[in-house]
């Protein structure tokens, strides 16, 4: 046993923290990989985490609460609660890691008028399948 519990499994994947993590050709592969065992219920319990939990982490939570409805606000509200560990440095709504807040914004680079539709259409671009994250959303949400 890996100190995960029973029935947790194991899945590794190393994003690397480029200027723009959201858009380097590496991290697409990666996203597309991650969203790819979110789809399958089977990989079910998740453990999702990253070295600090702010960027990486923070990446991926802010993708699957917008695909599952969340609001900007409340995901922002979420992610700085990051501040209160000890992470080195006081995390900002869009610091440099963190385009990818700007780049679903709803003045950003992806069409849409609400922030699911905005990361749905990022999918799209990066070849996530619709029938990938709808399975994510459904699996999250309990439909």
Do not use: Q, W
């Amino acid at each position: 046993t890996d100190g995960l519990g029973a029935g947790v499994k194991h899945l590794y994947y190393s994003v690397p923290m480029y200027s723009n993590i959201f858009n380097s050709e590496e991290n697409k592969e990666k996203i597309r990989a991650v969203f790819s065992d979110l789809a399958d219920e089977s990989n079910y319990p998740i453990y999702l985490h990253c070295n600090i939990g702010t960027d990486r982490t923070g990446m991926l939570s802010y993708l699957i609460g917008g695909l599952c409805g969340m609001s900007e606000e409340d995901l922002m509200k979420d992610y700085l609660f990051s501040n209160f560990g000890n992470i080195g440095e006081a995390k900002e709504p869009h610091n440099s890691k963190n385009k990818y807040v700007e780049l679903l914004s709803a003045d950003g680079d992806y069409e849409g008028d609400t922030l699911r539709e905005r990361i749905e259409n990022y999918f799209i671009s990066i070849g996530v399948s619709e029938e990938t994250y709808t399975a994510v959303r459904d699996i999250l949400l309990g439909n």
